[in-house]
Antibody
Framework: VQLVESGGGLVQPGGSLRLSCAAS????????MSWVRQAPGKGLEWVSL????????YYADSVKGRFTISRDNSKNTLYLQMNSLRVEDTAVYYC????????????????WGQGTLVTVSS | EIVMTQSPVTLSVSPGESATLSCRAS??????LAWYQQKPGQAPRLLIY???TRATGIPARFSGSGSGTEFTLTISSLQSEDFAVYYC??????????FGGGTKVEIK
């Protein structure tokens, strides 16, 4: 099982960025997926989760209305579209696979990708 | 939102000794609690889920206990590779999923 994030970088406040997470080694379409971020020197903050089909999506209040999670099961890829970025969105963004497949499974995550750094600064 | 509080923030332990980390939830999360280990520059790794079930490949020296609002992660006979930051996470009542602030286990 492997998760590889990409798309991070430096962006100005108010800008946009799209993160991708390429999955391999498991049946991607059977698992809910999530984004979790970690600001420099800080703890973990859950950002968003999507169900296995992409029909159900959930967000932290801090990103609701600005970020959109989506997935393409034909490409085994998870996305996070980030708009109206703020300085406080600066963090390493991890994608993570729900530990168990199926709807209604508990939301613990295994494994996690290596992360991609998003820096929001002028 | 369920707030997760971990203590202590830093724990200094000598290799070979045991470490006891605590995680408290602001309301009951039943047994819906996971523990993760994170080493510098690495992604978090799942250790425990369901409050006490070790994830695949996790050594038996890691054990979890508790239910409701009080949880403990015990690491017996600490090895050099165990010095890291440990996070608890509740998945009982969400969104949002919430993590504790972390406990850093450092070499004494």
């Amino acid at each position: 099982v492997q998760l590889v994030e990409s798309g991070g970088g430096l962006v100005q406040p108010g800008g946009s960025l799209r993160l991708s997470c390429a999955a391999s080694g498991f049946t991607f379409s059977s698992y809910a997926m999530s984004w979790v971020r970690q600001a420099p020197g800080k703890g973990l903050e859950w950002v968003s989760l999507t169900g296995s089909s992409g029909g159900a999506t959930y967000y932290a209040d801090s990103v609701k209305g600005r970020f959109t999670i989506s997935r393409d099961n034909s490409k085994n890829t998870l996305y996070l579209q980030m708009n109206s970025l703020r300085v406080e969105d600066t963090a390493v963004y991890y994608c993570a696979k729900r530990g168990l497949g199926g709807s209604g499974s508990p939301n613990w995550f295994d494994p996690w990708g290596q992360g991609t750094l998003v820096t929001v600064s002028s | 939102e369920i707030v997760m509080t971990q203590s202590p923030v830093t724990l200094s332990v000598s290799p070979g000794e045991s470490a006891t980390l605590s995680c408290r939830a602001s309301q009951s999360v039943s047994s819906n609690l996971a523990w993760y280990q994170q080493k510098p520059g690495q992604a978090p790794r799942l250790l425990i889920y369901g409050a006490y079930t070790r994830a695949t490949g996790i050594p038996a020296r890691f054990s979890g206990s508790g239910s409701g609002t009080e949880f403990t992660l015990t690491i017996s006979s600490l090895q050099s590779e165990d010095f890291a930051v440990y996070y608890c996470q509740q998945y009982h009542n969400w969104p949002p999923l919430t993590f504790g602030g972390g406990t850093k286990v450092e070499i004494k």
